[in-house]
């Protein structure tokens, strides 16, 4: 048995679940959950947070790409170069460029 401790869930009013997770992203991932931050932010009229991006962006994946079935086969995954063709940069330069995109200087 592993020391690992299960996150917090909480129920919600208004039906939903709120999970918290600790997520490791690209700066690139990053920076696109800041340009969708922006998108509903100029949609709703009102600042919007980088968790409410990905919980929209959650909730608008298809429903095929949800949880699968008991003993559904796992489908077969990218290579890793069909995931990015991105050549690899230092962190900083990474981090740079993110922050350049979101701000809209890139």
Known sequence: MNDRVTPA???NPDGEAQLALVVH??????????QEAGRMAAQ????????EAVSNRLRSV????????AGAQPTAM???????????RPPAEQ???????INGTA
């Open 95 to 101: 981090a740079r460029q993110a922050i350049d995109r």
């Open 62 to 69: 298809s429903p095929g790409a949800h949880a699968k079935p």
């Open 25 to 34: 992203l690209p700066w690139e991932d990053v920076a696109r959950l800041g």
């Open 9 to 11: 869930m909480q129920a």
């Open 78 to 88: 990218p290579s890793a170069a069909s995931v990015s063709s991105l050549p690899s």
């Open 44 to 51: 709703l009229q009102r600042p919007v947070t980088l968790d």
